[in-house]
């Protein structure tokens, strides 16, 4: 049987259409749309694998789920109900749960080419002005403080650290992750998209302390 795209697109809508931290389903799609774009530069990559796990990202993430375990095996039941192949399975699996920023901040995953395309897509989703929107979605959704300039921003980050959202504030996260995101995409394509949202994302940051200490 032929895999079931529609009925695993139809789930990925489902599961994220609701949620209020900057994963909804819009984001989905976005990352669906630019890796997409990608895959066209890269023809070796399967496309049903890429995409599907474009659309499945984050329907396990940690951050966003209860119980990671039981989210996945959920997952791996439902992409068998939807005759995708075992191998088919082993490589989207590998790909969701080795691709996030957080997972990647000590131990750094060699993903296959069809997963670096879903890194990289998701990434450039996490910069620039629609970045910008989804730090501080973000950032209100977990209670995180917008700025302290008592808070430095934290170095040698680990996934722990990451999670402590007490000891950060939003305008740290850019120092923390978002600006170093240009640099950690892994095609050529990707990184020249990052290079107009990364000049965004220093511009906004220049302003946003300028209006902070009342010098605009």
């Known amino acids: 049987m032929k895999p079931d795209f529609n009925a695993m697109k139809k789930f990925a809508r489902q599961r994220m259409s609701q949620d209020r931290s900057g994963h909804s389903f819009d984001h989905v799609q976005r990352v669906v749309n630019t890796t997409c774009k990608l895959l066209q530069q890269t023809p070796q990559a399967d496309p049903l694998i890429t995409k599907s796990a474009a659309y499945l990202h984050d329907t396990i993430d940690d951050k966003l789920v209860n119980d990671p375990a039981k989210a996945q095996q959920d997952l791996i039941n439902k992409l068998k109900q939807w005759y995708y192949s075992t191998g088919q399975i082993n490589k989207i699996m590998l790909i969701i749960t080795h ?85 950690d995409l892994n095609t050529a394509a990707a990184k020249q998209l990052a290079q107009g949202r990364q000049e965004v994302m220093i511009r906004f940051l220049r302003e946003f302390k300028n209006e902070w200490n009342g010098k605009e």
């Open 99 to 183: 691709m996030s920023f957080s997972d990647n901040l000590q131990h750094h995953y060699h993903l296959p080419v069809e997963g670096q395309l879903v890194q990289d897509a998701d990434r450039l989703d996490a910069i620039g002005a629609i970045g910008i929107a989804r730090a501080f979605c973000f950032g209100g959704h977990v209670g995180e403080k917008m700025y302290d300039p008592k808070l430095k921003p934290r170095i040698h980050m680990t996934k722990a650290k990451e999670r402590n959202y007490t000891q950060g504030t939003t305008i740290n996260h850019f120092y923390e992750k978002l600006l170093k995101i240009k640099d």
